[in-house]
């Protein structure tokens, strides 16, 4: 049996409660409620300040779209986000994660269903939080893993390669090298 550790210390029954309230969440799918923008991020933390929300927003590159909207934060989205596109949900739905302040970041495909410019700029965010907080990014996109400080590739629920993303593209025979090309990516490997 396995034992979950944090900071090198296991995770024991008494503290996971504790820890639950250090993540953020962001799933493929995101789930917005038919409220205003404001409604969707305090439903994270619901005593959040203008200026938490203000700091979450800028984090989640959604500040410039919220500023648009006919209402700003006060903009109803619709049934689950209508009318909002994919990437912006997406931004919505990273803003309200990091609303709550944690500790660890899982982004659970995340980027795997919007368009390539609204996954760079939530890629641009995310690289704008390395250091700031523990990220485990989960994804298909093996190219969006390319600044972790350590990838590791599984299959079947078992780990078959870890390490950086330099030492992954330097093994030629390796699967995640492999599996990298034939997403048809071209790789930037370190002179």
């Known amino acids: 049996m396995g034992q979950v550790l ?12 504790a820890w639950r309230s250090r993540i953020g969440y962001v799933a493929q799918e995101t ?24 700091d979450a927003l800028c984090m989640a590159a959604a500040d410039s779209f ?10 109803i989205v ?14 919505l739905a990273l803003a309200r994660a990091l609303l709550r302040k944690p ?14 410019e609204n996954e760079r700029r939530i890629q641009d965010a995310i690289e704008r939080l390395h250091g700031r907080l523990t990220i ?31 030492e992954l593209m330097e093994k030629t025979s390796g699967r995640f090298r492999t599996m990298f090309l034939t997403q048809n990516l071209h790789p930037v490997i370190p002179a």
């Not at 944090?6 to 409660?17: I, R, Y």
């Not at 909207?69 to 006060?74: A, E, I, R, Y």
């Not at 500790?103 to 390539?116: F, G, H, N, Q």
Request: no cysteine; aromatic share 4%.
């Open 136 to 166: 485990l990014l989960i994804t298909h996109r093996l190219g969006t893993v390319q600044g972790a400080d350590s990838v590791n590739l599984l299959e079947h629920g078992r780990l078959l390669e870890s390490g950086t993303w330099e």
């Open 6 to 17: 944090v900071d090198d210390s296991p995770l024991d029954p008494k503290q996971v409660g």
């Open 31 to 54: 789930f917005l409620f038919h409220d205003t923008v404001r409604g969707n991020l305090l439903w994270a933390r619901p005593g959040a300040s203008e200026s938490d929300l203000h």
């Open 103 to 116: 500790s660890l970041l899982i982004l659970d495909e995340a980027t795997s269903s919007i368009d390539v």
């Open 78 to 91: 619709g049934e689950r986000g209508v009318q909002l596109s994919g990437g912006e949900r997406q931004r």
């Open 66 to 75: 919220v500023a648009a909207l006919p209402h700003g934060l006060d903009t």
